[in-house]
Protein backbone atom coordinates (compact mmCIF):
# COMPACT_ATOMS: atom_id res chain seq x y z
CA UNK A 1 0.00 0.00 0.00
CA UNK A 2 0.86 3.49 -0.18
CA UNK A 3 3.39 5.32 2.31
CA UNK A 4 3.28 8.84 3.14
CA UNK A 5 5.84 10.62 4.68
CA UNK A 6 5.52 14.36 6.62
CA UNK A 7 8.31 16.51 7.70
CA UNK A 8 8.75 18.29 9.75
CA UNK A 9 6.27 17.29 12.59
CA UNK A 10 6.68 20.89 14.30
CA UNK A 11 7.39 24.02 12.68
CA UNK A 12 7.68 27.64 14.39
CA UNK A 13 7.62 30.58 12.36
CA UNK A 14 7.42 34.24 12.77
CA UNK A 15 4.30 36.27 11.50
CA UNK A 16 5.10 37.47 7.81
CA UNK A 17 7.51 34.57 7.07
CA UNK A 18 6.91 31.43 5.01
CA UNK A 19 5.97 27.67 5.97
CA UNK A 20 7.14 24.89 4.09
CA UNK A 21 5.81 21.34 4.88
CA UNK A 22 6.95 18.44 2.54
CA UNK A 23 5.58 15.47 1.85
CA UNK A 24 7.18 11.95 0.25
CA UNK A 25 5.32 9.03 -0.99
CA UNK A 26 6.18 5.35 -2.17
CA UNK A 27 3.61 4.38 -4.81
CA UNK A 28 4.60 5.92 -8.07
CA UNK A 29 1.03 5.50 -9.30
CA UNK A 30 -0.73 7.16 -7.21
CA UNK A 31 -2.11 10.38 -8.60
CA UNK A 32 -3.99 12.72 -6.17
CA UNK A 33 -2.78 15.09 -3.34
CA UNK A 34 -4.71 16.72 -0.75
CA UNK A 35 -3.48 18.80 1.89
CA UNK A 36 -5.84 19.39 5.17
CA UNK A 37 -5.82 21.96 7.82
CA UNK A 38 -7.12 21.08 11.21
CA UNK A 39 -7.78 23.29 14.23
CA UNK A 40 -7.99 22.18 17.16
CA UNK A 41 -11.38 20.58 18.10
CA UNK A 42 -11.95 21.26 14.46
CA UNK A 43 -12.54 18.76 11.68
CA UNK A 44 -9.87 18.46 8.65
CA UNK A 45 -10.68 20.41 6.20
CA UNK A 46 -9.11 20.48 2.18
CA UNK A 47 -7.17 23.77 1.82
CA UNK A 48 -5.60 23.06 -1.29
CA UNK A 49 -4.99 19.72 -3.78
CA UNK A 50 -3.09 18.84 -7.19
CA UNK A 51 -3.28 15.58 -9.44
CA UNK A 52 -0.26 14.38 -10.95
CA UNK A 53 -1.01 15.91 -14.21
CA UNK A 54 0.04 19.44 -12.60
CA UNK A 55 3.41 20.70 -11.07
CA UNK A 56 2.18 23.73 -9.13
CA UNK A 57 -1.05 25.09 -7.77
CA UNK A 58 -1.61 28.43 -6.12
CA UNK A 59 -4.69 29.43 -4.18
CA UNK A 60 -3.83 32.85 -2.76
CA UNK A 61 -1.41 32.29 0.09
CA UNK A 62 -0.84 28.77 -0.45
CA UNK A 63 0.79 26.54 -2.96
CA UNK A 64 1.71 22.73 -3.61
CA UNK A 65 4.70 21.90 -5.62
CA UNK A 66 4.41 18.34 -7.18
CA UNK A 67 7.85 16.09 -8.11
CA UNK A 68 6.76 12.93 -9.54
CA UNK A 69 10.05 11.81 -10.27
CA UNK A 70 10.96 12.31 -7.35
CA UNK A 71 7.58 11.64 -5.67
CA UNK A 72 7.62 14.71 -3.12
CA UNK A 73 5.05 17.11 -2.85
CA UNK A 74 5.07 20.61 -0.96
CA UNK A 75 2.97 22.67 0.85
CA UNK A 76 4.19 26.42 0.91
CA UNK A 77 2.24 29.19 2.84
CA UNK A 78 3.54 32.80 2.30
CA UNK A 79 3.33 36.03 4.38
CA UNK A 80 1.97 33.58 7.34
CA UNK A 81 -0.81 35.16 9.96
CA UNK A 82 -1.25 33.72 13.57
CA UNK A 83 -4.66 32.01 11.95
CA UNK A 84 -2.52 29.96 10.07
CA UNK A 85 -1.53 27.96 12.94
CA UNK A 86 -3.09 24.61 12.97
CA UNK A 87 -1.62 20.86 11.86
CA UNK A 88 -1.63 20.53 8.50
CA UNK A 89 -1.91 16.75 7.17
CA UNK A 90 -1.08 15.64 3.24
CA UNK A 91 -1.91 12.41 1.88
CA UNK A 92 -2.14 10.63 -1.58
CA UNK A 93 -4.08 8.22 -3.19
CA UNK A 94 -4.44 5.78 -6.14
CA UNK A 95 -8.45 6.79 -6.53
CA UNK A 96 -9.04 3.48 -4.91
CA UNK A 97 -11.24 5.29 -1.94
CA UNK A 98 -7.37 4.70 -0.16
CA UNK A 99 -6.37 8.15 1.00
CA UNK A 100 -2.96 7.90 2.99
CA UNK A 101 -2.38 9.87 5.13
CA UNK A 102 1.21 11.67 6.74
CA UNK A 103 1.47 12.56 10.61
CA UNK A 104 0.69 15.96 10.52
CA UNK A 105 2.52 18.60 10.85
CA UNK A 106 2.07 21.32 13.64
CA UNK A 107 2.59 25.04 12.50
CA UNK A 108 2.51 27.68 15.24
CA UNK A 109 3.09 31.34 13.88
CA UNK A 110 4.47 33.53 16.21
CA UNK A 111 2.97 37.30 16.53
CA UNK B 1 -19.47 23.37 7.50
CA UNK B 2 -22.98 21.06 7.73
CA UNK B 3 -22.60 18.60 5.00
CA UNK B 4 -21.51 15.56 6.97
CA UNK B 5 -22.47 15.77 10.62
CA UNK B 6 -21.81 13.32 13.38
CA UNK B 7 -23.61 12.12 16.83
CA UNK B 8 -22.66 11.76 19.12
CA UNK B 9 -20.10 14.41 19.63
CA UNK B 10 -18.41 13.42 22.88
CA UNK B 11 -18.86 9.46 24.15
CA UNK B 12 -17.81 7.82 27.19
CA UNK B 13 -18.34 3.93 27.67
CA UNK B 14 -17.37 1.53 29.83
CA UNK B 15 -15.36 -2.01 28.03
CA UNK B 16 -18.63 -3.45 28.12
CA UNK B 17 -21.11 -1.19 26.66
CA UNK B 18 -22.45 -1.17 23.14
CA UNK B 19 -23.19 2.03 21.59
CA UNK B 20 -22.85 3.20 17.99
CA UNK B 21 -22.10 6.30 15.99
CA UNK B 22 -23.52 8.24 13.80
CA UNK B 23 -22.98 10.14 10.51
CA UNK B 24 -25.32 11.87 8.22
CA UNK B 25 -23.55 13.46 4.79
CA UNK B 26 -25.94 15.83 2.77
CA UNK B 27 -23.69 16.32 0.10
CA UNK B 28 -25.51 13.91 -2.42
CA UNK B 29 -22.07 11.60 -1.86
CA UNK B 30 -21.77 7.87 -2.91
CA UNK B 31 -18.95 6.90 -1.02
CA UNK B 32 -18.71 7.54 2.79
CA UNK B 33 -15.58 6.85 5.43
CA UNK B 34 -15.03 6.08 9.06
CA UNK B 35 -11.56 7.03 10.08
CA UNK B 36 -9.67 6.87 13.68
CA UNK B 37 -7.15 9.54 14.77
CA UNK B 38 -5.17 8.84 17.91
CA UNK B 39 -2.73 11.78 19.10
CA UNK B 40 0.40 11.58 17.41
CA UNK B 41 -0.16 9.28 14.67
CA UNK B 42 -1.88 9.44 10.83
CA UNK B 43 -5.47 9.15 10.31
CA UNK B 44 -5.81 5.63 9.72
CA UNK B 45 -8.84 4.33 6.88
CA UNK B 46 -11.01 1.88 9.41
CA UNK B 47 -14.15 1.19 6.27
CA UNK B 48 -14.90 2.89 3.13
CA UNK B 49 -18.67 2.12 1.84
CA UNK B 50 -19.73 3.02 -1.78
CA UNK B 51 -23.14 2.62 -3.09
CA UNK B 52 -23.72 1.40 0.40
CA UNK B 53 -21.55 -1.67 0.09
CA UNK B 54 -18.39 -2.03 1.73
CA UNK B 55 -14.96 -1.80 -0.53
CA UNK B 56 -12.80 -1.81 2.47
CA UNK B 57 -12.11 -2.94 5.90
CA UNK B 58 -8.65 -2.06 7.23
CA UNK B 59 -7.92 -5.17 9.24
CA UNK B 60 -10.24 -3.24 11.85
CA UNK B 61 -11.14 -5.74 15.43
CA UNK B 62 -14.63 -7.48 15.22
CA UNK B 63 -15.30 -4.90 18.22
CA UNK B 64 -16.20 -2.05 15.68
CA UNK B 65 -18.88 -2.87 13.18
CA UNK B 66 -19.80 -0.33 10.69
CA UNK B 67 -23.31 -0.18 9.08
CA UNK B 68 -24.18 1.87 5.54
CA UNK B 69 -28.32 1.41 5.60
CA UNK B 70 -28.43 3.98 2.83
CA UNK B 71 -25.87 6.15 0.97
CA UNK B 72 -26.60 9.35 3.46
CA UNK B 73 -26.18 7.76 6.21
CA UNK B 74 -22.95 5.62 8.13
CA UNK B 75 -22.89 4.21 11.52
CA UNK B 76 -20.33 2.47 13.26
CA UNK B 77 -21.22 -0.12 16.24
CA UNK B 78 -19.27 -0.51 19.29
CA UNK B 79 -19.04 -3.25 21.51
CA UNK B 80 -16.34 -4.59 24.50
CA UNK B 81 -14.04 -1.85 23.69
CA UNK B 82 -10.35 -1.52 24.95
CA UNK B 83 -9.50 1.39 26.30
CA UNK B 84 -6.56 2.28 23.54
CA UNK B 85 -9.95 2.18 21.19
CA UNK B 86 -10.38 5.89 22.66
CA UNK B 87 -9.70 8.38 19.79
CA UNK B 88 -11.27 10.72 17.71
CA UNK B 89 -13.78 8.89 14.83
CA UNK B 90 -13.77 10.53 11.76
CA UNK B 91 -16.65 10.19 9.36
CA UNK B 92 -15.88 11.09 5.89
CA UNK B 93 -17.98 11.24 2.33
CA UNK B 94 -16.53 11.96 -1.45
CA UNK B 95 -18.68 11.90 -4.33
CA UNK B 96 -16.91 8.95 -5.77
CA UNK B 97 -13.17 6.47 -5.76
CA UNK B 98 -11.37 9.81 -7.19
CA UNK B 99 -13.50 12.63 -5.02
CA UNK B 100 -12.12 15.16 -2.49
CA UNK B 101 -13.18 13.70 1.22
CA UNK B 102 -15.03 16.01 3.59
CA UNK B 103 -14.72 15.31 6.95
CA UNK B 104 -17.44 15.61 9.72
CA UNK B 105 -16.53 17.23 13.41
CA UNK B 106 -15.67 13.71 14.52
CA UNK B 107 -16.48 12.27 17.54
CA UNK B 108 -14.23 12.12 21.02
CA UNK B 109 -14.77 8.57 22.05
CA UNK B 110 -12.80 7.88 25.64
CA UNK B 111 -13.37 3.78 26.86
CA UNK B 112 -12.54 3.55 30.79
Known amino acids: GENVEQHPSTLSVQEGDSAVIKCTYSDSASNYFPWYKQELGKRPQLIIDIRSNVGEKKDQRIAVTLNKTAKHFSLHITETQPEDSAVYFCAATLNDYKLSFGAGTTVTVRA | ETGVTQTPRHLVMGMTNKKSLKCEQH?????MYWYKQSAKKPLELMFVYSLEERVENNSVPSRFSPECPNSSHLFLHLHTLQPEDSALYLCASSQDSAGTQYFGPGTRLTVL
Open chain 2, 27 to 31: LGHNA
